[in-house]
């Protein structure tokens, strides 16, 4: 593998802010990586990164940055009904979700315009207008960084939750530890619509369709997002900033009696989704910066997206991020979780 010293990643980061990579290199073959990982097992853990869409670098990153870059998308086998498609990490995500409307297969329709790799989508297990990739994710191919071996993940060792996986909540065991090269989904012909989350519904109906198919699902959820979400090519961000807050009945039935509009949704296991785009504004954050020089703010538009209008530091942004996290816990008692890895 190619290694290239003090590597900027201020284009290799959805937020757009300056960080130096000591060592980068673009991982292109799976044999390459392998060799690697077992040469250089007893150095620190190489730092993973796909897109950088859902990262924030608050410094310079000396671990070697190694940018999961391999390409590839194919049919695995066809049962008629049912396909399996590999897509190589390096995949963009979207582009990904086209090429497999293009085949007719359906099932990741929601997920269209979401920015990244597809190497990194089961790592938060990526979700949008109520569906998440665990739900069609049938395995994917990992190389341990350490050792150099392969490891296949089927989807129930994956550990996947809400915007989790075992590849995020697993701590330093887990985090870099597992390159992941390949992914495989089980798509089907048959279309199962899910548009009753959010605006798609609406969308569908605005634009005059009246039986939808995949594509016209993609196409709604693209121009929904295309309207709501700050395009990171114009403007920093790393889309949703913060999880919704999932918590008990209890707590969600007490909160619900003090702010009778605040939104929430049923969770697993009787528990309550929040919205935490609605508890950010509601705490005033909106639009506002820290200070009025300060060129990281919440959007203007979207409560849970914080921005980069150009110049701002990592630092600038978690300190921003931090502000909202302490004031909505003073406000609401509910701690927000950051969604995105912060570095
Ligand atoms: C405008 C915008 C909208 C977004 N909307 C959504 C949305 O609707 N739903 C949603 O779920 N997310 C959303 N996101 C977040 C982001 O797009 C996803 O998390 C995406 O999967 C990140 O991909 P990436 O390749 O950029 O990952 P990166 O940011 O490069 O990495 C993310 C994490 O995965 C790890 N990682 C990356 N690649 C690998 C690999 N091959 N093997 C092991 N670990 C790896 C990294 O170490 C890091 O911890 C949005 C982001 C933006 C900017």
Not at 99 to 110: D, P
Not at 176 to 181: E, G, L, N, R, V
Not at 261 to 274: E, L, N, Q
Not at 278 to 296: F, Q
Request: a neutral charge; glycine letters at 8%.
């Amino acid at each position: 593998m190619h290694f290239l010293r003090e590597f900027p990643l201020t284009s290799f980061n959805s937020f757009g802010v300056a960080a130096t990579a000591r060592q980068f290199a673009a991982v292109t073959s799976e044999q390459d990586l392998m060799q690697w990982c077992a040469a250089h097992g007893d150095d620190t853990p190489p730092f993973l990164i796909g897109g950088g869409c859902n990262l924030l670098l608050t410094r310079d990153i000396e671990a070697p940055v190694l940018q999961l870059s391999l390409r590839g998308t194919r049919v695995v086998f066809d049962e008629g009904n049912t396909v399996l498609v590999e897509a190589m990490a390096g995949e963009s995500w979207h582009p990904f979700v086209l090429w497999t409307l293009k085949q007719g297969l359906c099932g990741l329709e929601n997920l269209s315009l979401i920015p990244g790799f597809v190497g990194a989508a089961p790592v938060q297990n990526i979700g949008a207008y109520g569906v998440e990739i665990a739900e069609t994710l049938h395995s994917l191919m990992t190389i341990n960084t350490q050792t150099g071996e392969p490891r296949e993940f089927v989807n129930s060792e994956c550990a996947f939750g809400y915007r989790d996986s075992v590849f995020k909540h697993g701590g330093d065991a887990m985090r870099d530890c597992y390159a992941i090269t390949r992914v495989r989904f089980r798509l089907s012909r048959k279309f199962t619509p899910r548009i009753d989350y959010g605006d798609v519904k609406l969308e569908l109906q605005n634009a005059a369709v009246v039986s939808p198919n995949a594509a016209d699902v993609s196409r709604a959820v693209i121009a929904i997002r295309s309207r709501k979400l700050p395009d990171p090519a114009v403007i920093g961000n790393a889309g949703s900033f913060f999880k919704n807050p999932v918590v008990s009945a209890e707590i969600a039935a007490s909160l619900k009696s003090q702010f009778a509009d605040m939104p929430h949704y049923p969770a697993a296991d009787g528990r309550v989704k929040i919205a935490a785009g609605w508890l950010i504004e509601r705490a005033g954050w909106k639009g506002r910066r820290l200070s009025a020089t300060s060129a990281a703010a919440v959007h203007d538009k979207h409560a849970l997206v914080l921005v980069n209008h150009g110049g701002a530091t990592g630092a600038e942004l978690w300190a921003l991020a931090q502000a909202v996290q302490a004031d909505v816990f003073e406000k609401f008692g509910l701690m927000l979780e950051p969604e995105p890895r912060i570095v």
